[in-house]
């Protein structure tokens, strides 16, 4: 019943998308240590995500998903981005996709809707494991680098 029909218009439109989170996020206050991050890696990242949905969310599996976000959290403690900011990026990648489903989608019949429902639970799931493995992947990073992780703090 998974709304194929709205994941592949997601996918056609990853590259706008990414552009608008990458708008959001440099002028937002709550991930401001993301200026850490080159502009081309954020939109790089969230580009691969939206523009490979169906993928993520029917063809990879937990560890997949485990695999692409411990790497994404090391790689924000290295950059010093706070592991709040971190997940508030995550967050708005969500909320982004969430505001274009909302302009996009017209549901017209029962079924088309539980499509559009089972879609939004598997959407939730995918980046509750995200937001996971992030933080995991960034405290493990923290205790290979103890002089890094004391410097973290002091910010």
Known sequence: MFSYRLVRLIESHAD????G???KAHSSTLIAHFRNVPAHELRERVYEIYRHLGEWLLDKNELDIEHRYRE???RRARQHVPLSEVVQAIVLTKENLWEFMKSEAVMDRAVEIMGELELLQMLE??????????????EEELAREPR????LRAI
């Open 72 to 74: 994404i959290g090391a």
């Open 148 to 151: 890094q992780a004391e410097m």
């Open 16 to 19: 706008a998308l990414a552009a």
């Open 125 to 138: 799931m995918f980046f509750d494991r995200a937001i996971y493995y992030a933080a995991v992947g960034y």
């Open 21 to 23: 989170l990458e708008e």
